[in-house]
Structure formats: structure tokens, C-alpha cells
């Protein structure tokens, strides 16, 4: 347990040291209407489909009365016209966002058109510029929790799996033994019964070569020889079902042990990803 927890304690100091900060770049970038000012972020492990997904919900909240602006693919931009985003500026806006996706992580490009120009450029309202640093960030920040929230979920779901792994293992493994005790109790009686066969066997020898010595009676014998043999069977068998049985227990022993370090492995997984998830400012 100890071991347990000092390796979870490293994972989580080890996640918080690697984990990226979520910051806001304004760039010049290319877009469709030449090179203008953007504000660019990189979130990590998100995808583009999520991306898009949440930016349409954040800027286009919708509702059921009043008609609003729709978000269309052209080329490699996501396009929004005359859309109101009250957290940055009381003026329409047009939204052009585009997604670059690289391995573990995307850049989202925002480029923030108003009647005055690009929000971002120099000739923009500082106030209005950090407004638009802070919705588009708290946006980034939101996805990436969202993305971690899945993660946690993955991961539990395998924590679980594994559990329910073992936890068939340690029922198999008391079905290997519940016939292991059958076949040892069979055994007893068998080895009980064999030597009564044996000793019921003599006598009718006996009784054969001194009352009976034209041979007459051998019917009986030769049953008794055959309950013999086939008790002598039977206790092979059950020797054997034990030995079969104790092999798979060892079996079984083995997978459940390299099972319970499968889940040891995996709480600390699912330990990294919490502590993620718990530092994503």
C-alpha cells in the first residue's frame, strides 16, 4: 500500500510539472481575407471535431424564439457572420476559426472581425483585446477539461474492466477448488472402497477353495474382481481430476496476481489523470 501510494504521489507531482499552461497568443496569421491578426491557442489532446463542437455552443448559445447565425465550413475555415459575444464586445462580430491538428494536441485560430477592423490589431481597443483573450481562453480551458473528463472516463472504464477481470478469476478459481475438494473426498471414499473389495475378494477365495472346490461360485468373483477394477478406476480418475484442477489453481494463481498488478498500474493511471484534470486552470 505504501509502495502504492509513493508512486501515485510521483505520478501526480511528475503530471503537474509536464502539464502545459493554457495561453492565448495574438498572432498574424493567413486567413481567408489576407494575413490579419488572430488569437491562437494550443490546447492539448482535444480534437478538431470537439473543438468546432464547443465553439459553435460557446458564440452560438441558441434558443427557441429568436433566429440565430449559423456556423458554415468554407475551405479550411469555420465561418460565423453578425454573430453578439457579450463577453467581448457589444458590436457584431464575424467569426472566422480555424483548426490545426497535430499528434496530442490542436491549435485553434480565431480571427475576430468587427466594423473597425481585427480585434487584436493594432489599431483595436486594448479592452476590448483582453476581453477577447480571456472568453477565448476560459473557451480553451473548457475544452480541455472536457477532453480530460473524457480521458478519466476511459480510464475508469478500464480500471473497472480490469477489476471485473479478477473478480471472474477469483470465482473460476473457487469452482477449481470446490472440484479439487470433490475429487479428494471421492478419493477417500474410493481408497476406503477398494480395500473392502480387496478384503471381501480373499474370503470368497477362500470360501471358494474350501466349500466350494469344483469351482462353482466364480460368478460372484468375478463380479467382485470387476467392482474391483472398476473402483480402481474411478480412483485413478479422481487422482487425476486433482491433479488436473491443481494445475489450473496454479494457473489461475498466476493470472490473478499479474491481473492485480494490471489494476495497481491502473489506479495510478487513473490517480495521473484526476490530478490533471483537478490542475487545469
Known amino acids: 500500500m505504501r509502495t502504492l501510494l509513493t508512486l501515485i504521489f510521483i505520478a501526480g507531482f511528475m503530471s503537474v510539472a509536464a ?7 495574438i498572432e498574424s496569421r493567413p486567413s481567408s481575407l489576407g494575413i ?9 489532446q482535444a480534437t478538431t471535431n470537439d473543438a468546432i463542437d ?33 463577453d467581448i464586445t457589444n458590436l457584431p462580430l464575424n467569426v472566422f476559426t480555424q483548426v490545426t491538428s497535430f499528434p496530442g494536441n490542436i491549435y485553434v485560430r480565431i480571427f475576430l472581425q468587427s466594423e473597425g477592423g481585427f480585434l487584436g490589431s493594432s489599431g483595436s481597443s486594448p479592452e476590448t483585446t483582453d476581453a477577447a483573450v480571456r472568453f477565448i481562453r476560459n473557451y480553451a480551458v473548457d475544452l480541455y477539461r472536457k477532453t480530460v473528463e473524457k480521458e478519466l472516463k476511459v480510464e475508469q472504464k478500464n480500471l473497472k474492466e480490469l477489476e471485473n477481470d479478477l473478480s471472474k478469476l477469483t470465482k473460476q478459481n473457487k469452482s477449481y477448488n470446490r472440484k479439487i475438494s470433490e475429487a479428494q473426498k471421492d478419493e477417500r471414499e474410493l481408497k476406503v472402497e477398494a480395500v473392502q473389495n480387496e478384503e471381501l475378494l480373499k474370503n470368497q477365495e477362500n470360501v471358494i477353495e474350501l466349500d466350494n472346490p469344483e469351482g462353482k461360485g466364480k460368478t460372484y468373483q468375478e463380479q467382485l474382481e470387476k467392482q474391483a477394477k472398476d473402483t480402481e478406476k474411478d480412483l485413478n ?6 491433479k488436473k484442477f491443481n494445475r489450473k489453481v496454479n494457473k489461475n494463481e498466476k493470472a ?5 498488478n494490471e489494476i495497481e498500474k491502473q489506479k495510478i493511471r487513473v490517480e495521473e489523470v484526476k490530478t490533471k484534470l483537478n490542475n487545469i486552470r
Not at 465550413?73 to 459575444?85: F, G, Y
Not at 480418475?237 to 486433482?242: E, F, I, M, R
Open 54 to 86: 464547443l465553439w459553435k455552443k460557446t458564440i452560438i448559445p441558441g434558443g427557441l424564439f429568436k433566429k440565430e447565425p449559423k456556423m458554415e465550413k468554407v475551405k479550411d475555415e469555420w465561418i460565423v457572420n453578425n454573430v453578439l459575444i457579450s
Open 256 to 260: 490473478q496476481r499479474e491481473k492485480s
Open 36 to 44: 490579419q491578426t488572430a488569437f491562437e491557442v494550443l490546447i492539448p
Open 237 to 242: 480418475k479422481a487422482q487425476k481430476s486433482q
Open 19 to 25: 502539464q502545459m499552461p493554457i495561453e492565448v497568443k
